[in-house]
């Protein structure tokens, strides 16, 4: 996945000194913007970004305190060069949660680590959940919020199981874990091998899963989907409960019920240029169009593909 670092300088004399120092490095881009133009670089929800002081016409500290209260950036890294050696100023932009100050003359091997570690630890700590090691719903939201934002036309897929709690019942949750792990793999496989750009796959929580991918057809990554789950999850039961084809399960009253067994469902909308206004309408069409998969036996998809 790329990682887009911002530089922030006005007279942009630090964009080459980044380029030249990361050239082998095909992972990170480097852009830069003026600091006039900082709201350019939040809308994009940047890896990281670095402030060249001495190139700047406004307050560092200011400039710092701007990009920590921009929700979207409340933890994007921030890094400022500087030639100011007064320890106060160290002190006060380090207070505004920036996380690194380098006074210049900078030693460029040591800048380069600085950034590629920064870059390693904000990757461990965004994988929100720890059981999938999938970004979670902060990452999704500025996910969706940055590709509206920037006008980009886009599929979402909602994901989640049927009879999922049929399964904890009988099974218990430590099993029901290993699911949602397979799960999870299972999407990233399949999303990866199917789009080879800007794809995004986050866990909401529990059995939901969200992948949202550039806007092309997705019969096909989603019958690749279905058709590796159901291949592979028939492991997670006994050889009793496959033959069967269900799992047996007492409800609140003691009568036996049965319930298919487990078994995925994907909801699909494709988020044509303008039609939607924010990720809440997204939302409420993906509950929709999931809720129809859910009603079809089995591991299914439904694709909502009107123009508004």
Not at 19 to 39: A, C, M, P, T
Not at 121 to 144: C, K
Not at 238 to 248: A, C, F, P, S
Request: proline content about 3%; hydrophobic content about 40%; charged content about 30%.
């Amino acid at each position: 996945m790329i990682q887009e670092i911002y530089i922030i300088d006005d007279d942009e004399s630090s964009i080459p000194v980044f380029r030249e120092l990361f050239k082998n490095d095909e992972d990170f881009k480097f852009i830069s913007v003026k600091s006039e133009e900082i709201e350019v670089a939040l809308k994009n929800i940047p890896s990281m970004i670095i402030i060249n002081e001495d190139a700047i016409k406004v307050d560092v500290v200011k400039l710092c305190e701007n990009i920590r209260n921009d929700d979207d950036n409340s933890i994007t890294p921030i890094i400022v060069v500087s030639s100011k050696e007064q320890r106060e100023h160290r002190l006060d932009i380090l207070k505004r949660s920036v996380e690194y100050y380098i006074r210049k003359p900078v030693d460029v091997d040591y800048l380069y680590y600085t950034i590629k570690n920064l870059n390693r630890l904000l990757s461990i700590n965004r994988r929100i959940s720890p059981l999938t090691g999938l970004p979670g719903n902060v990452q999704i939201h500025a996910e969706l919020k940055k590709r509206l934002s920037n006008k980009e036309e886009f599929s979402v897929l909602y994901l989640d199981l049927d009879n999922f709690k049929a399964y904890n019942d009988v099974y218990g949750f430590l099993n029901g874990d290993e699911i949602i792990k397979f799960t999870a793999n299972v999407i990233l496989q399949c999303v990866h091998s199917h789009v080879h750009e800007s794809a995004f796959v986050g866990h909401i929580g529990g059995d939901d899963f969200i992948a949202i991918v550039p806007l092309i057809k997705c019969d096909e990554l989603c019958q690749s989907i279905i058709a590796q789950f159901d291949s592979q999850v028939t492991k997670f039961f006994t050889e009793e409960d496959v033959e069967k084809g269900y799992i047996e399960v007492a409800n609140r009253r003691g009568i036996i019920e049965q319930f298919p067994l487990t078994a995925i469902s994907i909801g699909v909308v494709e988020a044509n240029k303008d039609r939607f206004e924010n990720m809440l309408e997204i939302g409420e069409v993906g509950a929709q169009v999931k809720h129809s998969a859910k009603s079809i036996i089995g591991s299914s998809y439904v694709i909502d593909r009107r123009k508004s």
